[in-house]
């Protein structure tokens, strides 16, 4: 099982970047699709970000494409998420997931994650 840990969020103004990043540990690391998620108040949690182990296939959320990018580093077992551009609309919470099988097509769709981080929150200031 993995083990999910987010850290690297705060508050910025309009335009800023943060890097969120994903610390995981435990069995089957390797072998898993990761993705990022994100829930404001009062709204449903959506994709953001999501890409495969072994492969440079990257998928995004429409409302993230230039903005935002996903990386991660197998030797630190860290999945990351470059945000640029950062509007008030990107204010939530924002999740790592992780699951060994994501069926092609839905690597943005909560169902098909089992391992979820505690969540990080994003605040973005006008």
């Known amino acids: 099982q993995v083990h999910l840990v987010e850290s690297g969020g705060g508050s910025v103004q309009t335009g800023g970047s943060l890097r969120l990043s994903c610390a995981a540990s435990?069995?089957?690391?390797?072998?898993?699709?990761m993705a990022w998620f994100r829930q404001a108040p009062g709204k449903e949690r959506e994709g953001v970000a999501a890409?495969?182990?072994?492969?440079?296939?990257?998928y995004y959320a429409d409302f993230v494409k230039g903005r935002f990018t996903i990386s991660r580093d197998d030797s630190k077992n860290t999945l990351y998420l470059q945000m640029n551009g950062l509007k008030p609309e990107d204010n939530a919470m924002y999740y790592c997931?992780?699951?060994?099988?994501?069926?092609?097509?839905?690597?943005?769709?909560?169902?098909?994650?089992?391992?979820w981080g505690q969540g990080i929150q994003v605040t973005v200031s006008s």
């Open positions: 890409m495969y182990y072994g492969v440079d296939d990257t």
């Open positions: 435990g069995d089957g690391y390797s072998s898993a699709a």
């Open positions: 997931a992780a699951d060994s099988v994501v069926l092609p097509g839905k690597e943005l769709e909560e169902s098909q994650y089992n391992r």
